[in-house]
């Protein structure tokens, strides 16, 4: 019994000293990684979207994690057309992972063509010291793939007719909230315009024509002393007078002609109106019968105007 229970023993101190020597490499790669140079401890890939039409596009992305003192490159995919695939665009980034160790990412967009299930193409990882020389050399495929799908239909033959446009289906709700609101504005509008020229009716009646009027022959007067010549002066006399007749009395005197003037006037009965009458004559034969008084004669006319002017306001006052 005590023989078997030694040789038990024995056997059991000799396979636990094998199991050491077996677990020792790895922890000292663990311990020490930095000593472990040129191990690739992992490559992992991935694809997005895995299904995709004929040329459009897709993200590699190629991790490989790596002790920290060496340089990673990636060859084999990094040329402009890896058939059936276009590089478009490509980026690098660093990252750690634990003490000792990096992993470095290597982004890819690629534009896909053929057709059917595509595998990604093979890559080479190299890795090389500080002073570029390569250290180990690893080729990997990926398992991950890509479905391409043909823009149309492989069993077709022949062209198929255009189908004429679909007229949009726009609901009934929808438009009646924005016709109303239309009609809304444009009520909203016409109402505004009407209370503007209400306003600015109301306010050129408060206006007394017969005023304005006095005004401007005042002024007139001062630039006929000024040395305006006499045959202006009557011009502008017909002008005032014209404009004081038509917003007095509401006729048309402005583009009416002095016979028009004469007949509307006798309608009306307006007192003075020999006066009135003879102002307007005189002005026609200034302006269009080179009739040229003088400057006295344009006073005197100027002062008949004011004359005119002040009884009709005083007519208008008592008929009020």
């Given at each position: 019994?005590n023989?078997?229970?030694e040789?038990?023993?024995?056997?059991?101190?000799?396979w636990?000293?094998?199991?050491?020597?077996?677990?020792?490499?790895?922890?000292?790669?663990?311990?020490?990684?930095?000593?472990?140079?040129?191990?690739?401890?992992?490559?992992?890939?991935?694809?997005?979207?895995?299904?995709v039409?004929?040329?459009?596009?897709?993200?590699?992305?190629?991790?490989?994690?790596?002790?920290?003192?060496?340089?990673v490159?990636?060859?084999?995919?990094?040329?402009?057309?890896?058939q059936?695939?276009?590089?478009?665009?490509h980026?690098?980034?660093s990252?750690?992972?634990?003490?000792?160790?990096?992993?470095?990412?290597?982004?890819?967009?690629?534009?896909?063509f053929?057709?059917g299930?595509?595998?990604?193409?093979?890559?080479?990882?190299?890795?090389?010291?500080?002073?570029?020389?390569?250290?180990?050399?690893?080729?990997?495929?990926?398992?991950?793939?890509?479905?391409?799908?043909?823009?149309?239909d492989?069993t077709?033959?022949?062209?198929?007719?255009?189908?004429?446009?679909?007229?949009?289906?726009?609901?009934?709700?929808?438009?009646?909230?924005?016709?109303?609101?239309?009609?809304?504005?444009?009520g909203l509008?016409?109402?505004?315009l009407?209370?503007?020229?209400?306003?600015?009716?109301?306010?050129?009646?408060?206006?007394?024509?017969g005023?304005?009027?006095?005004r401007?022959?005042?002024?007139?007067?001062?630039?006929?002393?000024?040395?305006?010549?006499?045959?202006?002066?009557?011009?502008?006399?017909?002008?005032?007078?014209?404009?004081?007749?038509?917003?007095?009395?509401?006729?048309?005197?402005?583009?009416?002609?002095?016979?028009?003037?004469e007949?509307?006037?006798?309608k009306?009965?307006?007192?003075?109106?020999e006066?009135?009458?003879?102002?307007?004559?005189?002005?026609?034969?200034?302006?269009?019968?080179?009739?040229?008084?003088?400057?006295?004669?344009s006073?005197?006319?100027?002062?008949?105007?004011?004359?005119?002017?002040?009884?009709?306001?005083?007519?208008?006052?008592?008929?009020?």
């Open positions: 019994m023989g078997r229970s040789g038990y023993a024995f056997g059991s101190i000799k636990l000293f094998l199991l050491l020597l077996a677990v020792f490499p790895m922890c000292m790669v663990f311990a020490f990684p930095a000593v472990a140079g040129g191990a690739v401890t992992g490559i992992t890939v991935k694809v997005t979207p895995d299904s039409f004929v040329g459009d596009r897709i993200h590699c992305t190629i991790d490989v994690r790596h002790t920290s003192n060496e340089i490159a990636l060859e084999g995919i990094d040329s402009l057309s890896v059936p695939f276009e590089l478009i665009n980026k690098q980034s990252a750690i992972v634990s003490p000792g160790t990096r992993k470095e990412s290597f982004d890819y967009e690629l534009a896909v053929g057709r299930r595509q595998s990604i193409p093979l890559v080479t990882v190299a890795l090389r010291d500080s002073a570029g020389t390569d250290i180990k050399r690893e080729s990997y495929r990926s398992s991950s793939t890509v479905f391409v799908k043909a823009l149309t492989s077709m033959r022949e062209l198929r007719p255009i189908k004429p446009p679909l007229s949009p289906s726009i609901p009934l709700l929808l438009i009646l909230p924005v016709i109303l609101g239309v009609f809304g504005v444009a509008v016409l109402l505004l009407f209370l503007l020229k209400r306003t600015v009716h109301t306010s050129a009646e408060k206006v007394d024509p005023q304005v009027a006095q401007k022959l005042r002024k007139l007067g001062s630039r006929l002393s000024a040395g305006m010549p006499p045959p202006e002066c009557y011009e502008e006399l017909s002008n005032i007078m014209r404009t004081f007749l038509e917003k007095h009395y509401r006729i048309s005197a402005l583009e009416a002609v002095t016979q028009e003037i007949r509307d006037l006798k009306l009965g307006v007192s003075g109106f006066s009135i009458m003879n102002l307007l004559a005189q002005a026609d034969l200034v302006k269009f019968a080179d009739s040229r008084p003088n400057a006295e004669e006073r005197q006319s100027l002062r008949k105007a004011e004359e005119v002017i002040r009884s009709a306001r005083t007519a208008r006052s008592s008929e009020e």
